[in-house]
Each structure stands twice: as structure tokens, then as C-alpha cells.
């Protein structure tokens, strides 16, 4: 089993910064890509920004130039920064990890809890 425990949501005022941080551990051989997503309220979960495990981005459009996905391949962990945030950036933010189970050898896809991130003065 694998679990990702993310971290760093929270209430920030419109203009400010996050960093959500995302660590994977457990029964792990390899992680390829990882990634943020976010389901606003009535909203369907979409994709925020991804990074396969070379370093290659992908970001939705309504963030590119505002947030930044890198990852540490050594922690099993990816980060997320998050600048000039907007109200409509509200929304749980989950992590997800394409992984190699170091048991089977299967690749599996896990999501973590999700952490809320609120954007309101």
C-alpha cells in the first residue's frame, strides 16, 4: 500500500501565496507522474498542474505563470506554490501519484486525503 499525505492549505487572503506539498510513502518501487487537482464546491475535479518523474510540467490554463509544480525524487514528494491567488482558486486540492508497486510490480494510480485551499478576504 502507498499513502500521500498533503500538506500546507489553508485561509489566504486574494494576491497571496500557498505551498502545498504532497509525500508519498509505503510500498514503493517508482513513482512516474505526479500531480495536483482540485474539485471546487459542485464542481467536477479537474487537473492542476502534473510533473513526470524527468521534470516535465503540464499546467491547466487558468494557472500557468501563477503556480509552479516541482518535485524531489529522493523524498517521493512534489510541491505546489501557489502565487496570486484568486477566489476562484478555492477549492480541495488532492495529490495523485502514478506508482510502481515495489511488492508486485504493478503500476497503480493513489490519491491522497486532499488539503482546502480558501482564497477570501
Known amino acids: 500500500q502507498v499513502q500521500l499525505v498533503e500538506s500546507g492549505g489553508g485561509l489566504v487572503q486574494p494576491g497571496g501565496s500557498l505551498r502545498l506539498s504532497c509525500a508519498a510513502s509505503?510500498?514503493?518501487?517508482?513513482?512516474?507522474?505526479m500531480g495536483w487537482y482540485r474539485q471546487g464546491s459542485g464542481k467536477q475535479r479537474e487537473l492542476v498542474a502534473a510533473?513526470?518523474?524527468?521534470?516535465?510540467?503540464n499546467y491547466a490554463d487558468s494557472v500557468k505563470g501563477r503556480f509552479t509544480i516541482s518535485r524531489d525524487n529522493a523524498k517521493n514528494t512534489i510541491y505546489l506554490q501557489m502565487n496570486s491567488l484568486k477566489p476562484e482558486d478555492t477549492a480541495g486540492y488532492y495529490c495523485?501519484?502514478?506508482?510502481?508497486?515495489?511488492?508486485?510490480?504493478?503500476?497503480?494510480?493513489?490519491w491522497g486525503q486532499g488539503t482546502q485551499v480558501t482564497v477570501s478576504s
Open positions: 495523485n501519484a502514478e506508482v510502481i508497486d515495489l511488492d508486485s510490480g504493478s503500476l497503480e494510480r493513489y
Open positions: 509505503g510500498s514503493i518501487f517508482s513513482i512516474n507522474a
Open positions: 510533473i513526470t518523474r524527468g521534470g516535465r510540467t
